[in-house]
């Protein structure tokens, strides 16, 4: 019944394009989409496009991970830090990612590391913000028995802070993940020559529509294995926090 659920609003959303699909050139339908995924997925261009956008991504998503996490810690326990800092980050927060594209290609060039920090530039806010909150949110009941047992140092950091804050940062890299694959996205679509925004947008200019829908099919694809193989990692971490039956669901 389960499995019925899930592949019913699928099915039916195929069916609705099956219907429609092919009433105009922009639009073309399924089966047109499906051979031109197979012919142009299923080659050369799985290595030279695919798996450079997925590394790219994902290298991203780690130093955004990092950097988040790392900065977000001390500045949820410190008070006079937090207020420092926080004009600074509503500023850059408020600044939006596609806007800093020509600014770090002039800084960074045209090559990979344009495109990593590009996607760092997006992703690292939803997991500095949530790692803030989640460090400030912590209990001052469990944090005063941690220090009146002596639990001090990098175990009070691994054992409380972290442990304690894990939920709210698991949410900051939930957001983080969707807006890194919209960054890779745009960020591949400047002055490139590989890659899945560049090729979507090279099919997209030489009017070859099925392949271009076969394209952005194959990111909502990518974009729902991550989320699936993500909710997994969150299920083993937060197994404490969810309880032994949740982590088994």
């Not at 344009?114 to 949110?137: D, F, H, Q, Y």
């Not at 949410?171 to 002055?191: C, D």
């Not at 729902?224 to 969810?242: I, M, N, T």
Request: glycine residues 10%; hydrophobic residues 55%.
């Amino acid at each position: 019944m389960r499995a019925l659920r899930l592949v019913a609003l699928p099915a039916a959303l195929v069916l609705v394009w099956w219907a429609v699909g092919g009433s105009t050139f922009y639009l073309p339908g399924p089966v047109e989409v499906g051979r031109a995924f197979a012919a142009t997925w299923f080659s050369e261009r799985l290595l030279d496009d695919v798996l450079p956008s997925l590394g790219r991504l994902l290298a991203g998503y780690a130093v955004a991970g990092l950097l988040g996490v790392g900065l977000g810690v001390p500045i949820g326990l410190s008070r006079r830090l937090r207020a420092t800092l926080e004009p600074v980050l509503e500023f850059f927060r408020a600044v939006p990612p596609p806007v800093l594209v020509p600014l770090i290609m002039l800084l960074a060039g045209i090559d990979t590391p344009m495109k990593v920090l590009v996607i760092v530039s997006g992703c690292v806010w939803p997991v500095l913000l949530n790692t803030v909150e989640g460090v400030r949110a912590l209990d001052e009941v469990l944090s005063d028995t941690c220090r009146m047992y002596g639990v001090r140092g990098v175990s009070r950091l691994r054992r409380f802070v972290l442990r304690g804050a894990s939920p709210q940062i698991m949410t900051g890299l939930r957001q983080a993940l969707s807006i890194g694959i919209i960054l890779m996205v745009i960020s591949e679509m400047f002055a490139s020559s590989s890659g899945l925004g560049f090729t979507i947008l090279l099919f997209q200019r030489q009017f070859q529509i099925a392949e271009m829908w076969s394209g952005i099919l194959l990111l909502g694809l990518l974009g729902l294995g991550l989320s699936l193989l993500f909710r997994r990692l969150e299920r083993w971490v937060l197994a404490w926090y969810h309880g032994s039956g949740a982590a088994r669901a």
